[in-house]
């Protein structure tokens, strides 16, 4: 995985950017000390460090690393190269909380959610329901776009997953006797899904985007939901941990798949959606959905 990394011309050509902090040979490849320079960047432009876009580029990083090692190899990967290069133990945790979100959004959830969701499990689960199996279905129509024709069976298999988390909460449902219902509107989602523009390219970047960004939100409340109700809900904590993982790399496939259609656009336009969804976040919602 590693290797993968330091391949990729932009990622060595940004760390010469950062100061010299590696040397690479002449075929691109970043030496050992490569490694002390990630952990000393990642740490610097972890939250609360460095600006928008600085942290913008450590999100994108890590996405590629995801991409081919999920979530747990790349924690574990990272907490070695920290810990072999003694950056620091406050660094360990900052980054595990950072790479588990993976994410860099302006605007945090209302404090009061989590109390909404636990007042109202049964309308969130159905909620869940209805987003998996939406999600199945947005993964299946991203495949009509022709710049995703070579990534057809990369978004086959997103579908399949989620369908089979579709599934896992159709059975939740069915153990709490928890009839199946429509769906409820999501002002979020359809906020995000309103700006998406027109035109050949412009179009499945900004679908692949708010994909991207739904994942996102998705595998942060997740993460809230597994810690939340450990002490209260054990299946349900272990359920929601359980998904964080495939939230996030779906996250990441999903903004690679546009950048590769188009990175200074998509990076352009991740910048517009991030702004986007604080705005919308912060709209009060009095439904108790998961978005």
Wanted: hydrophobic letters at 40%.
């Amino acid at each position: 995985m590693f290797q993968r990394l330091t391949r990729i011309p932009s990622f060595a050509q940004w760390l010469w950017e950062e100061g010299g902090l590696v040397e690479c040979d002449d075929e691109g490849e970043v030496e050992r000390d490569g490694r002390a320079a990630l952990a000393r960047i990642l740490w610097k432009e972890s939250p609360g460090y460095g600006d928008r876009r600085a942290k913008q580029r450590t999100s994108i990083l890590l996405c590629y690393a995801v991409e081919d090692g999920g979530l747990r190899g790349l924690s574990s990967l990272l907490l070695d190269w920290i810990t072999q290069f003694t950056v620091g133990l406050a660094c360990v945790f900052e980054l595990a909380g950072y790479f588990r979100r993976m994410l860099l959004f302006r605007a945090k959830v209302s404090p009061d959610w989590f109390d909404k969701v636990r007042s109202n499990i049964a309308s969130v689960l159905l909620d869940h329901a209805h987003l998996e199996r939406r999600a199945a279905t947005t993964a299946l129509t991203l495949e009509r776009y022709r710049d995703l024709y070579d990534r057809v069976e990369e978004l086959n298999a997103i579908a399949i997953e989620e369908l089979e988390h579709f599934q896992l909460v159709m059975n939740l449902l069915r153990r709490r006797k928890i009839p199946f219902g429509p769906a409820l509107p999501s002002p979020w989602i359809s906020g995000m899904m309103r700006s998406i523009r027109s035109g050949r390219q412009e179009q499945v970047i900004d679908h692949l985007l708010c994909c991207s960004l739904i994942e996102g939100r998705s595998c942060e409340k997740f993460q809230f939901l597994a810690e939340g109700f450990r002490e209260s809900d054990l299946e349900l904590a272990e359920f929601y941990g359980s998904l964080v993982e495939a939230e996030g790399n779906h996250y990441s496939v999903y903004l690679l798949m546009a950048r590769q259609i188009d990175e200074r656009e998509t990076d352009r336009r991740l910048d517009y959606y991030l702004d986007l969804d604080a705005e919308l976040v912060k709209t009060p919602n009095p439904r108790a959905v998961l978005h």
